[in-house]
Protein backbone atom coordinates (compact mmCIF):
# COMPACT_ATOMS: atom_id res chain seq x y z
CA UNK A 1 0.00 0.00 0.00
CA UNK A 2 2.74 2.67 0.96
CA UNK A 3 5.84 2.52 -0.99
CA UNK A 4 9.21 4.75 -1.12
CA UNK A 5 9.88 7.21 -3.60
CA UNK A 6 13.09 9.44 -3.41
CA UNK A 7 13.25 9.48 -0.12
CA UNK A 8 9.62 9.98 0.91
CA UNK A 9 6.90 7.97 1.94
CA UNK A 10 3.82 8.12 0.18
CA UNK A 11 0.32 7.82 2.37
CA UNK A 12 -2.12 5.40 1.13
CA UNK A 13 -5.01 7.27 -1.13
CA UNK A 14 -8.38 7.86 0.78
CA UNK A 15 -10.22 5.76 -1.90
CA UNK A 16 -7.94 3.07 -1.30
CA UNK A 17 -9.26 2.89 2.17
CA UNK A 18 -12.94 3.49 1.38
CA UNK A 19 -12.69 0.75 -0.82
CA UNK A 20 -11.82 -1.75 2.07
CA UNK A 21 -14.14 -3.19 4.64
CA UNK A 22 -14.79 -2.02 8.73
CA UNK A 23 -13.08 -5.52 9.14
CA UNK A 24 -10.53 -4.95 7.18
CA UNK A 25 -9.68 -1.50 8.47
CA UNK A 26 -9.59 -2.25 12.12
CA UNK A 27 -6.83 -4.97 11.39
CA UNK A 28 -4.65 -2.45 9.08
CA UNK A 29 -4.83 0.49 12.11
CA UNK A 30 -3.86 -2.59 14.59
CA UNK A 31 -0.69 -3.33 11.72
CA UNK A 32 0.09 0.36 11.09
CA UNK A 33 0.17 0.77 15.25
CA UNK A 34 2.26 -2.04 15.89
CA UNK A 35 4.53 -0.18 13.07
CA UNK A 36 4.53 2.84 14.30
CA UNK A 37 5.68 1.83 17.97
CA UNK A 38 8.79 -0.60 16.08
CA UNK A 39 9.67 3.09 14.03
CA UNK A 40 9.47 5.35 17.76
CA UNK A 41 11.52 2.38 19.56
CA UNK A 42 13.91 2.54 16.81
CA UNK A 43 14.50 5.93 16.71
CA UNK A 44 14.88 6.38 19.99
CA UNK A 45 18.16 4.43 20.07
CA UNK A 46 18.98 6.08 16.99
CA UNK A 47 18.99 3.10 14.80
CA UNK A 48 16.36 4.89 12.00
CA UNK A 49 15.53 8.53 10.72
CA UNK A 50 11.68 7.33 10.39
CA UNK A 51 10.53 10.66 10.98
CA UNK A 52 9.23 11.10 7.50
CA UNK A 53 7.31 7.50 7.65
CA UNK A 54 6.33 7.79 11.01
CA UNK A 55 4.43 11.58 9.84
CA UNK A 56 2.90 8.88 6.92
CA UNK A 57 1.78 6.34 9.24
CA UNK A 58 0.01 9.17 11.76
CA UNK A 59 -1.92 10.41 8.47
CA UNK A 60 -2.95 7.31 7.44
CA UNK A 61 -4.28 5.81 10.84
CA UNK A 62 -6.17 9.31 10.78
CA UNK A 63 -7.77 8.33 7.19
CA UNK A 64 -8.98 5.15 8.33
CA UNK A 65 -10.29 6.51 11.61
CA UNK A 66 -12.16 8.93 9.34
CA UNK A 67 -13.50 6.49 6.63
CA UNK A 68 -14.79 4.25 10.12
CA UNK A 69 -16.28 7.03 11.54
CA UNK A 70 -18.30 7.97 8.91
CA UNK A 71 -19.32 4.25 8.36
CA UNK A 72 -20.81 4.47 11.76
CA UNK A 73 -22.46 7.77 10.89
CA UNK A 74 -24.92 5.95 7.97
Known amino acids: NRYKRKGWWISMKI???REMTSEELVKLVKELKEEMFVLKFQQATGKTEGAAKRRTLRKDI???Y???TEREGK
Do not use: F, G, H, P
Request: glycine share 0%; charged share 20%.
Open 15 to 17: AEI
Open 66 to 68: TVL
Open 62 to 64: ARI
